[in-house]
């Protein structure tokens, strides 16, 4: 990176606009075709899909539900119906094969508006503010079914913004604006990736997901690196980039196992070398994929 | 953890900054969790004038745990009945439920709602709309309905989809003008699903039958009391002494009729014409003098108009019994 560049400033001159944004076009298409689907039936009488994201019904025969919020009914002492827990298996299934983060970068209504506060705060040059703890997900997570065991009834979804602002969108916000209004001045002015990448606990359960999810982002060609650093800017959970890009010397990566990575793909938009690529988690080395002379004498481990 | 350089005297810096950390994570989070869990136990009182949808558990606090808040009950309501609680509201966010005053539950037979509930949370179980409770109609406000006037309205009883059943007239006398019927509608809870369809059609500016939830509305005998007629009934006779016959000292050749038409001359023959029975036996005994109204109302008067009186002629007496009754002293 130039001094004076934006991150993926090379990578726009090296690969072109839209080369250089094809994932988070992808991930504003995506986000927004999932959304128009739901809005299409209240909205255009065209049902496609009925529900929302705690549970939906596609062309009257998929349902889909998600797996934290039957985990909550159970945990507050209910069996809920075949249809449910049918659903709530595609569900995982489904994110144990594309990354369970996918969720938060791909479908989550919240992730559009942290990334538009942190945006702002890159272009104000917003600095510092409070610390979270990135392990407060994680509590919080644990207290969720916690919660509902205790109360009986599914206490989390009184308050939590995800399932809210969809509900929201498709059925009527209500009070909802504030909350969404919340989470931007909290990202923009508290904390950096405050919400999405600290605090929130929906985003935590598909995180364990992603520990084992099958597609990941591999920084494959990590020999090219020139340390530019445009990866680390743009990422939402750059914690996750060094041991795969950086970690070839503790026989670390090339694969970013992180569960927190969110497969977003924006390492793979911004970096003019093409160090990223999607790949699976059982990658070992990028020479299955394309041969890179990288000028060192190490014998590179085949891919297994 | 940040480092691990152990400073003099075993000072460690990261170990110091990873244990405040950690109690500041866990205290925050125990923050927030105690106050939802506080929040979840206010969202169980659910305001009377919120309905919900058939199959709903009657613990507010089950069905807040079964429900996923999902909206699909709300989107196979073909009537748009339902709706999904918003931030904002008094009912638990995103959970399902109506206003009988803004649009009753219309009890289809096919029951969409529950149906199209994923988790059960509706119970599936439910499968004749009759048979769903979502609350009980109360006729709350004996001041302002007009059948309390005297006045005919019996939009409530009308407009009832358990027709004659939840919902039955009961004719009482109209004290004030001293000669006509009040109607009174009565709710059983027999029948009564709850459906809110009397409430938003009452037609006063504001209802004055409403539906209420049902652990609100109903009371409760306590299992203490027998009730010596049903006991009556389930032993096939009495179980105690019965009472000895009234003896009655009448003028000659008059009986009394305890229906409410008092002193009758007496049938030749001497046997006494017994009163007409209902032509149906009414489905709920009437609360005050006077049949309750049945499925229907036409059928349901007949008993209680008199039959004409036997000619003068037929009896010794002047055709105005009172005056033999009253004869040599005045009231």
């Known amino acids: 990176m130039k001094p004076g560049d934006r991150p993926g400033a090379e990578a726009i001159r090296r690969k072109g606009w839209f080369v250089a944004h094809r994932w988070l076009l992808a991930r504003r298409l995506s986000q927004l075709v999932i959304l128009g689907l739901f809005l299409a039936g209240p909205w255009l009488g065209i049902w496609i899909v009925k529900g929302n994201l705690a549970s939906s019904l596609t062309l009257e025969v998929l349902p889909l539900t998600d797996p934290l919020l039957l985990l909550q009914v159970l945990a507050s002492g209910q069996m809920p119906a075949a249809t449910a827990v049918t659903g709530a298996a595609i569900v995982l299934v489904f994110y144990l094969l594309v990354g369970g983060r996918v969720y938060c970068s791909w479908v989550c209504p919240v992730n559009p508006i942290t990334d538009a506060a942190e945006w702002l705060r890159c272009r104000l040059g917003i600095k510092g503010g409070a610390r979270f703890s990135d392990q407060t997900r994680n509590w919080l997570l644990g207290a969720i079914p916690l919660l509902a065991a205790v109360s009986g009834g599914l206490a989390w979804e009184l308050v939590n913004p995800v399932s809210m602002v969809y509900r929201g969108l498709v059925f009527g916000m209500g009070l909802a604006w504030g909350v969404l209004v919340a989470i931007f001045l909290l990202d923009l002015f508290v904390g950096r990736r405050a919400w999405c990448g600290h605090l929130c606990p929906v985003g935590a359960f598909y995180g364990l997901l992603g520990g084992v999810a099958l597609v990941r982002v591999g920084a494959l060609r990590r020999e090219r690196c020139d340390d530019c650093l445009d990866c680390f800017a743009v990422c939402p959970e750059h914690q996750v980039i060094k041991p795969a890009l950086k970690g070839a010397d503790q026989g670390l990566g090339p694969v970013i196992l992180s569960g927190h990575c969110t497969n977003c793909g924006r390492c793979i938009d911004v970096c003019g070398r093409e160090v990223f690529a999607f790949t699976t988690r059982f990658t070992r080395s990028a020479h299955k994929i394309r041969p890179v002379n990288t000028g060192d004498n190490h014998p590179q481990e085949v891919s297994s | ?331």
């Open chain 2, 1 to 331: 953890m940040i480092g691990n350089e152990k400073g003099q005297k075993g000072f460690d810096p990261g170990r110091r900054r990873w244990l405040t950390d950690g109690l500041r994570t866990v205290a925050g989070v125990a923050l927030v969790a105690g106050l939802v869990g506080v929040q979840q136990r206010q969202a169980r009182a659910l305001p009377a004038t919120a309905i919900r949808p058939p199959g709903a558990a009657d613990d507010e606090a089950l069905f807040q745990g079964a429900c996923i808040r999902c909206g699909l009950c709300v989107r196979d309501c073909p009537y748009d009945t339902l709706k999904l609680a918003q931030l904002g509201d008094e009912v638990a966010l995103g959970t399902p439920y109506f206003v009988a005053r803004d649009i009753p539950c219309e009890m289809c037979d096919d029951l969409p709602c529950v149906k199209a509930c994923p988790t059960g949370a509706l119970d599936p179980e439910l499968t004749r709309i009759e048979d769903s409770r979502m609350g009980l109609a109360v006729l709350i406000d004996q001041e302002s309905c007009i059948a309390f006037q005297g006045l005919r309205c019996e939009v409530c009883f009308n407009i009832c989809p358990v027709r004659g059943k939840a919902i039955s007239l009961n004719k009482q006398h109209n004290a004030r003008s001293g000669k006509h019927a009040l109607f009174i509608p009565v709710v059983h809870s027999r029948d009564c699903t709850g459906c809110g369809k009397c409430e938003k059609a009452c037609i006063l500016d504001e209802a004055a039958i409403k539906v209420l939830p049902i652990a609100l509305a109903k009371g409760l005998l306590g299992q203490h009391y027998r009730l010596g007629w049903e006991q009556k009934a389930d032993a096939g006779g009495s179980l105690v002494t019965p009472d000895t016959p009234h003896q009655y000292n009448l003028p000659e050749g008059m009986r009394y009729e305890h229906g409410g038409r008092g002193l009758l001359p007496a049938e030749p023959g001497g046997a006494a014409v017994p009163s007409p029975a209902p032509s149906a036996p009414a489905p709920y005994p009437a609360l005050g003098p006077g049949a309750s109204l049945g499925p229907d109302p036409s059928s349901a008067l007949a008993p209680d108009i008199m039959p004409p009186l036997p000619p003068a002629a037929a009896s010794p007496f002047p055709a105005n019994p009172l005056e033999t009754l009253n004869r040599g002293g005045g009231i």
